[in-house]
Nanobody, 126 residues
Framework: QVQLVESGGGLVQPGGSLRLSCQAA????????VGWFRQAPGQEREGIAS????????RYADSVKGRFTISRDNDQNTAYLQLNDLKPEDTGVYYC???????????????????WGQGTQVTVSS
């Protein structure tokens, strides 16, 4: 059974940090590019970070560049998103997704990702 399960979300004050995890099962994780997306209330889902199957190539949206870091451990079938210097506008549901394509072919195009997790809530508020 294919599964992507996010964890690590929560309530954090502005300037704080969180580390999100995405545990994969049921498919060859090391053949898949991974993307992290977020959806704020009333807004479209947006891609914020993505990583190639090997982990050698990463991409970031301008809104998170320099603050968020994506990584993966293929031995553990897990991808991570380190969130630093969080701002209230980072609030939303964070999703991880997998695509069996080269990162160049998928980027942040959500419809090209075939597997999705259920999401984890991140709330940044004082």
């Amino acid at each position: 059974q294919v599964q992507l399960v996010e964890s690590g979300g929560g309530l954090v004050q502005p300037g704080g940090s969180l580390r999100l995890s995405c545990q994969a099962a049921g498919f060859p994780f090391d053949y898949y590019s991974v993307g992290w997306f977020r959806q704020a209330p009333g807004q479209e889902r947006e891609g914020i970070a993505s990583i190639s199957s090997s982990g050698d190539d990463t991409r970031y949206a301008d809104s998170v560049k320099g603050r968020f870091t994506i990584s993966r451990d293929n031995d553990q079938n897990t991808a991570y998103l380190q969130l630093n210097d969080l701002k209230p506008e980072d609030t939303g549901v964070y999703y991880c997704a997998g695509a069996r394509r080269n990162l160049d072919k998928v980027g942040f195009e959500a419809h090209k990702y075939g597997y999705w997790g259920q999401g984890t809530q991140v709330t940044v508020s004082s």
